[in-house]
Nanobody
Framework: QVQLVESGGGLVQPGGSLRLSCAAS????????MGWYRQVPGRERELVARVSNGGSTNYADFVKGRFTISRDNAKNTVYLQMDSLKPEDTAVYYC????????????WGQGTQVTVSS
């Protein structure tokens, strides 16, 4: 089993910044990737950013140039630096982790609320 603990959400004004953290613990073997999704009520969960075990990153078009994902392998922690936040970034942000062979499973954090409002 893997546990993911998120932190860093909150209320911020448009144009502001927040940094989300997600610490993984437990059976953290054969990690393929970690990343962040977000969800607003009535809509499907959508990918924000991911980082592979090799360090390659992918971003959703709507956050490119504003958000940066990074990973500290020594701490088993992934970060999401969010800059130039917009009201439409308001959502619950979920950390996730994918394990490869032989586990082939994935885990999710409990979610952290990000609200961008003046």
């Amino acid at each position: 089993q893997v546990q993911l603990v998120e932190s860093g959400g909150g209320l911020v004004q448009p144009g502001g910044s927040l940094r989300l953290s997600c610490a993984a613990s437990g059976s953290i073997f054969r990690i393929n990737a970690m990343g962040w999704y977000r969800q607003v009520p009535g809509r499907e969960r959508e990918l924000v950013a991911r980082v592979s075990n090799g360090g390659s990153t992918n971003y959703a078009d709507f956050v490119k140039g504003r958000f940066t994902i990074s990973r500290d392998n020594a701490k088993n922690t992934v970060y999401l630096q969010m800059d130039s936040l917009k009201p439409e970034d308001t959502a619950v942000y979920y950390c996730y982790l994918v394990r490869g062979y032989p586990y082939n499973d994935d885990y999710w954090g409990q979610g952290t609320q990000v609200t961008v409002s003046s």
